[in-house]
T-cell receptor, first 112, second 116 residues
Framework: SQKIEQNSEALNIQEGKTATLTCNYT??????LQWYRQDPGRGPVFLLL?????KEKRKERLKVTFDTTLKQSLFHITASQPADSATYLC???????????FGRGTSLIVHP | GAVVSQHPSWVICKSGTSVKIECRSL??????MFWYRQFPKQSLMLMAT?????????EQGVEKDKFLINHASLTLSTLTVTSAHPEDSSFYIC????????????FGSGTRLTVV
């Protein structure tokens, strides 16, 4: 069956360090992968989209990599700040469907 | 950028009553909107795809008679939880996508429904 796996344990890091979150998937052939941020009691906010033929995408302090051989995406936040504390969701969209399927998300806590 | 407005942000209702949640695309037209449900520390689960001017497409296991979806215009979709019960208490979120796929999906702020 299709699975999207994100670490359920919270990631705790110190301010200024780089946070790296992982999204692994099985039995998918994603056309593209997206990362979202979700704050408690709020809807997700779109951050970045990366296509299957792209290896890396950057936006300000954010970087996403996409390895279709390893079936994995890494999401990096450089120079992390306490305001970056939130849950980060990855979502996959297969070529045959335009509707994304979401992982459970990983909570990031940045300590001052 | 695209904005999706969702109301109410929270609602408490009695068992057996119905609750309507509205989702509006403010600066773009959305022929398709999506309704999700999310339990604490769980993933967003797609409930249904709302199509303007036609019937919604429901995911397996979602009761279409209980969760009524209406998408009467290109900017408004509504979800009505009929005869609500405590087990319907959850966080409901709508989303839509503007035409530029590079911007992903835009979500509403969500509605916390509590049925007492």
């Amino acid at each position: 069956s299709q699975k999207i796996e994100q670490n359920s344990e919270a990631l705790n890091i110190q301010e200024g360090k780089t946070a790296t979150l992982t999204c692994n998937y099985t039995n998918y052939s994603p056309a593209y992968l997206q990362w979202y941020r979700q704050d408690p009691g709020r809807g997700p906010v779109f951050l970045l989209l990366i296509r299957e033929n792209e290896k890396e995408k950057r936006k300000e302090r954010l970087k996403v990599t996409f390895d279709t051989t390893l079936k994995q995406s890494l999401f990096h936040i450089t120079a992390s700040q306490p305001a970056d504390s939130a849950t980060y969701l990855c979502a996959l969209t297969s070529g045959g469907s335009y509707i994304p399927t979401f992982g459970r998300g990983t909570s990031l806590i940045v300590h001052p | 950028g695209a904005v999706v407005s969702q109301h109410p942000s929270w609602v408490i209702c009695k068992s057996g009553t119905s609750v309507k949640i509205e989702c509006r695309s403010l600066d773009f037209q959305a022929t398709t909107m999506f309704w999700y449900r999310q339990f604490p520390k769980q993933s967003l689960m797609l409930m249904a795809t709302s199509n303007e001017g036609s019937k919604a497409t429901y995911e397996q296991g979602v009761e279409k008679d209980k969760f009524l979806i209406n998408h009467a215009s290109l900017t408004l979709s509504t979800l009505t939880v009929t005869s609500a019960h405590p087990e319907d208490s959850s966080f409901y979120i709508c989303s839509a996508r503007d035409t530029d796929a590079n911007y992903g999906y835009t979500f509403g702020s969500g509605t916390r429904l509590t049925v007492v």
